[in-house]
């Protein structure tokens, strides 16, 4: 049994071959049916984002399942293989392990480190249990990765920094409120951005939640998702002292917040500090809001710093978890190499007990029809010795004649000789 990976991501792959060869939710449990109907394949899942499409396989032998493989991709998905060619990377057992235990722990995301992906591995691994379409080795191999991921965010620091705007907007947030429980937002526009951002706010459960937008449609169908209020553009001004922290990330190419509202904000809120958070370019907030006392106001630009400072906090934990992942992905392929020993063993002993069987069942037939007892067990070691000791005779007499004194050596050790 070899384990393969194979695929395309955002490194090999742009989105618009990407996109082509993406396995959607509703076709994913006949694509691997499909799949397993390949006569080489014997477990196989389908991971399958906006940044990979990957194939996770046991199969009976690499010699000719790659060709096999390629031909199922492209005829599924109605590609020439000269599509596909310069395109795909292929890894096998201990490549492949290593290669899902990175995918796993984000170290072969388009953002270092990122937490969503593992999400992803989990569900892809879910719908291959749910269509029964793992062995024993694939599912321990996706079990050892989850694990993997979570050693590796536990002792390292590879996911603790903000790496995305909108995390970076958050995180920034936290940082100058003690609790986001007390805490009232107000977010401008609803693109993806603002999206993400709501996202995470819901997930620190601030107090309050508002969104503002050109269109109350948009906007509703994120407030509805988070539970947040909705207010348009122009209810800015009157609304804008209930809040604590401002997010705006629109595509208006002038100012939607100025200096002279936010100062009426103050006065209503009594001077109490408001935080502005300015994702947009150009820019929703005027540059002198950031002249106001109790106001802190920070740009896009801040934000990018905060980002690459935090990218090279990742680049440094991603070191430790190379090496974490180097390590337990040996120790998964010396798991693998005894389970061959299992089952030689289990076919050995098999194989023993037949022998074993026949002969004392001859044995007892024959003492039944009278023949002396003594006689017929002594009878029964000898030919139960000759049978066992036959096939380990003939390996170590053509090991002798070949001179091949390692396989002899081997064959010693295996046998206990050396013991007498």
Known sequence: MTLLALGINHKTAPVSLRERISFSPDTLGEALNSLHQQPLVQSGVVLSTCNRTELYLSVESDDSARAQLINWLCQYHHLS????????????????????????????SLVLGEPQILGQVKKAFAESQECQK???ELE?????????????????????????????????????FESMSNVNVLLVGAGETIELVARYLREHQVKTMTIANRTRERAQLLADEVGADVITLPEIDASLYKADIVISSTASPLPIIGKGMVERSLKARRNQPMLFIDIAVPRDIEPEVGDLSNVYLYTVDDLHSIIEHNLSQRRAAAVQAEDIVRQESANFMTWMR???????????????????????????????????????????????????????????????????LEQLNVLRDSLGLDQY
């Open 338 to 404: 005894s389970q061959s020993a299992v089952s030689a063993i289990k076919d050995y002993r098999a194989m023993a007990e037949d022998v074993r069987d026949e002969l004392v069942k001859k044995a007892l037939d024959a003492i039944a029809q009278g023949a002396d007892v003594e006689s017929t067990i002594s009878a029964l070691s000898h030919r139960l010795t000759n049978r066992l000791i036959h096939a380990p005779t003939k390996s170590l007499q053509k090991a002798a004649s070949s001179g091949d």
């Open 140 to 176: 321990r191999l996706f079990q050892k990765s989850f694990s993997v991921a979570k050693r590796v965010r536990t002792e390292t620091e590879i996911g603790s920094s903000a790496v995305s705007v909108a995390f970076a907007a958050c995180t920034l947030a936290r940082q100058i």
């Open 134 to 136: 793992l062995n024993t």
């Open 81 to 108: 293989k000269e599509e596909l060619a310069d395109s795909l990377y292929w890894h096998s057992d201990s490549d492949a392990v290593n290669h899902l235990m990175r995918v796993a722990c984000g170290l072969d």
